[in-house]
């Protein structure tokens, strides 16, 4: 059997890889971590760090520059074929899961299913493609004892995410710090649990300032967990994030099904509800109804006042860039924002450090004294140091401008419910990714030795990288029931289509994810996202079941793809045996 190479051993590196392996492919997985689980690597949780909904990135120029925390439906997060024990004092968190529970589940995993298969503290440092066999060469270094090696594999599969490379502004890097003359510590928010005791020891309890750079999620994590451990915190941010919160923990039929997916408009209309709820006057005030609703009684169960810089926020509806709070916690970021523990300057914009070398200078001209600075400034594409120009160019992995008439979004006017959709401000790009289904290059297609898992924007990451690395497989085991585009040219075609959608779905948005992350963006509606997948493959979608009015409030249960394999092979099967009648009745009609 071919062998495949796994650049990044996150969750989407682990369930791929496992996939393929029962499948019976020759596995490899690289990872520079130390550990697996990607973000939930032991190297990368620290205390207070919890599981968000929703993930968001900013980009500066064409790098990101915000940060990033890992997502999923409320309180869950796993894998079909592995049980998750559930969050502990839920009652208290509203079910939130804790970054501990996240690295440990993904240490099991890798420990039952892909033992000696993975290789860790690598780092890839070229992918390129043999001149004359066509096989991928992957040039890489043994981190611990700086050993270079060259592999040859026939397959490769990306999963290295979009947080996994670090940005960090010119203005605001340790040179620039240096330059200035700032000695307090300067590092990126990813590095926070490596340098935490340093911190600490550095910053005594009320006594000195640490500044956060960014109001994204992460922020907020890390300015709770100093603030708790009586540091005194000020954040720099111009518009944070739009969040969800509800005074009592919501239930399972709201939290874990596709209530909010047929509220939030897909490509392609399935059902009747979701055409109604869309594409009819009375459908769409419903629908803007309920996520205005949702904002302000977000707002009201943390107590946020009207002149909070809080209540400066992106869209529930429009937007990507949100969280879930739950029910908050008393040590909660916002519980100590109302205490006004937390010390907030916004909307504001860090320009550099200051001239006096004692802190950092706003856009405004003002200045911030600071013992440290912690830079929430998001992460850049990890794909652009894997490769060099001319294989970037050749798979199509960097954003194409658009190639379609503007007129292409017109295809959606019907669509009642984006209807008035928020000023985007000229500068943002239109460019967007070439990926097809957001897990092949479309100009690779139909070499069928080239995949990518886990760059889709969504908020269901555990079952959707599943469905997806079965996508994939079949994709590679180049099964005959597998849907896919003819020619390289007519994916293409698609990914415009999919980029037209997007840009009409997200105004904006498409400038906060970096390339390595917005291979496609199915945000509220995943279980759509999974359907088109699924569908691709002839197997059954809207697994859920219930009736015509009750099936928006099932339960998306893991266990309705636990038998994908089993199902693929039934119709690899299915299909041998139809080519073999094929060949018998063909043979019969010759003699």
């Given amino acids: 059997m071919a062998s495949v190479c796994i650049v990044g051993a996150g969750s989407a590196g682990l369930i791929t890889a496992k996939t393929l392996l029962d499948d019976g492919f020759e596995v490899h997985v690289l990872t520079r971590d130390r550990s697996p689980g990607g973000i939930w690597a032991e190297e990368r949780v620290y205390p207070g760090l919890s599981l968000n909904k929703c993930v968001f990135f900013r980009i500066c120029g064409t790098l990101t520059s915000a940060l990033v925390k890992y997502f999923s439906v409320h309180g869950e997060f796993r894998f079909s074929c592995l049980p998750m024990p559930p969050p502990r004092n839920a009652k208290v968190t509203g079910g939130r899961l804790a970054g501990d529970a996240m690295r440990l589940y993904m240490e099991k ?233 937390i010390n907030v300057l916004s909307p504001s914009r860090a320009a550099g450090f200051a001239a006096n070398g004692k802190g950092i200078l706003l856009e405004d001209g003002r200045t911030v004294d600071a013992d440290a600075v912690f830079l929430c400034t998001g992460f850049t594409s990890s794909w652009n140091s894997l490769f060099d120009e001319a294989t970037r160019d050749e798979l199509g992995l960097g954003r194409q401008l658009p190639s379609l008439s503007t007129d292409a979004e017109r295809k959606w006017d019907d669509y009642i419910s984006l209807k008035n959709p928020p000023t985007v401000c000229p500068e943002n790009t239109t460019a967007a990714s070439s990926i097809y289904r957001g897990l092949v290059p479309a100009r690779n297609l139909c070499k069928r030795d080239f995949a990518v898992n886990g760059s889709v924007f969504t908020t269901n990451n555990g079952y959707t990288f599943e469905v997806a690395s079965h996508w994939i497989s079949s994709y590679f085991l180049s099964d005959p029931f597998l849907s896919l585009p003819s020619t390289a040219d007519d994916a293409l075609v698609h990914t415009q289509m999919t980029a037209a959608w997007l840009r009409r779905r997200y105004p904006g948005m498409l400038s906060w994810v970096n390339e390595s992350y917005s291979s496609g963006i199915a945000f509220w509606n995943y279980p759509q996202l999974v359907d088109d997948l699924l569908e691709d493959m002839g197997l059954p979608i809207m697994r859920g079941g219930r009736n015509w009015f009750t099936w928006p409030f099932k339960v998306i249960d893991l266990r309705e793809i636990e038998h994908l394999h089993d199902e693929r092979l039934a119709k690899r099967l299915l299909s041998d045996v139809d080519q073999g009648r094929s060949f018998t009745k063909s043979a019969s009609n010759e003699r």
């Fill in 109 to 341: 995993f890798s420990a039952r299913f892909l033992e000696g298969h993975v290789r860790y503290q690598i780092e890839v440092l070229n992918i390129s493609r043999h001149p004359d066999s066509g096989k991928w060469i992957v040039d890489l270094k043994d981190i611990q004892g700086s050993v270079i090696e060259q592999l040859t594999f026939d397959k490769i599969v990306l999963c290295t995410g979009g947080c996994s490379r670090a940005y960090t502004p010119p203005s605001l890097s340790p040179m620039s710090a240096e330059a200035a003359g700032f000695s307090g510590l300067v590092f990126h928010s990813s590095q926070f649990k490596a340098h935490m005791e340093s911190l600490l020891m550095r910053v005594q309890p009320n006594s000195g300032v640490i500044i956060l750079i960014g109001g994204g999620k992460s922020a907020q994590d890390i300015a709770a967990c100093l603030v708790n451990q009586d540091r005194n915190v000020t954040m720099v941010f111009d518009k944070t994030d739009a969040f969800v919160a509800v005074p009592v923990p919501l239930p399972d039929f709201i939290r874990k099904s596709r209530f909010l997916a047929v509220l939030s408009p897909h490509i392609n209309l399935r059902t009747r509800l979701e055409r109604f709820l869309h594409t009819t006057k009375f459908g769409s005030m419903i629908t803007r109804g309920f996520w205005s609703f949702l904002t302000w009684s977000s707002f009201f169960t943390f107590s946020i006042p009207a002149s909070s810089p809080f209540r400066n926020a992106h869209s529930l509806f429009w937007g990507i860039r949100t969280n879930d709070e739950g029910v908050g916690s008393p040590t909660g970021f916002f519980s100590l924002i109302k205490e006004k523990k």
